[in-house]
């Protein structure tokens, strides 16, 4: 199905086309990029940092050409073919086709909700991670529910200015509107900081989301490996978390890596995990110091994770078990990985990918 939304005039047209076949046709204004002509006919397509540096927004430059806004070229990744385009730098200099790596169900046609939250719970897990619970405030449209898709971020608004932080939700959709959240205290991080010294339960913030297209993909029986660093485990807890609740039996791989053990948390939560998905088998990935001894279903090994990954996709003899890779974690640990994958010559369709870029 096709949709014009703008005006047929002198500005170039640009054709987005999902995966499913579903297009949508906007203008692009003089100096607009994709991401930005395409909010104008109010369609939100995914763009994080708006600056060519998380990878987000990439999609596929069919046919046109484009003027690029300076980017990093890692946001790209190593797989991403050569007609790989940043949407949001790309600025169309003549009719556009793009394709866009997501079905028409993920077309979001309208801005993100904005809601309030207040605080509940801050609990330093580490000395660099505080889980931070909140509330949703019941509002007239939404209700007090947290409806959101496993793996997707809320952006949330720096007290006292106009700067929004997005943070994946750790927990699940719920009636009840909690929602959890992990997050990385890092030097000068302007939320981060605020978080660290100065929130407290009861403060309010403004949330806008759900937001994001990292979410789980159907695709039968395929095992599921998840691959995280730092705070990127957030969404994969989401992830696993929901597979959980609707018992998915795919056989199911948790990699996290940590620098030191000290950097090791959420291990109750992943416990609980495995207790609660038989075929989970989880591994913490140690860099640096001892290794403590394995337990139950969760082993320790000296290394990172892109290494534990290169091994156990090593191991898979049929590629027809060759899982869906679920990565999110420091934008580093994700090009290593994504340049694992690649060089095993393995579908990119099958690497799922999430970078964490903002304080």
Known sequence: MSEVLADAGVNPRVRLVTT??????VEAMPGQSVVEA???ASIILPSLCGKGTCGTCVGRLWSGEVHMRPFEDDALGPSAGEDAVLLCCAEPTGDLEVGLPFDSSKLVEQAPAERTVSVTDLTHLTPHIVRLRAQLEPDELM???AEFEAGQYMQLQVPGTDVLRAYSMSNVSNWDGALE?????RDQG?????LDQQASVGDQLRAVGPQGTFALVENGMRPRWFVGGGCG???LLSMLRRMAEWGDPQPTRLVLGVNTTNDIFALDEVRELADQLPELTVTLAVWEGEVPDDEGQIRYVKGSSVDVLAHDLDAVDDPEQLPDIYVCGPPGMVKAL?????????DPELVHTERITQN
């Open 233 to 235: 485990l957030a969404p």
């Open 190 to 194: 302007l939320f981060s900081t605020w």
């Open 143 to 145: 209700g007090a529910a």
């Open 338 to 346: 994504e340049e694992s994958v690649a060089e095993r010559g393995i």
């Open 181 to 185: 959240f992990l997050i990385h205290i």
């Open 38 to 40: 395409a909010a104008a």
């Open 20 to 25: 499913d076949g579903d297009e949508r046709i």
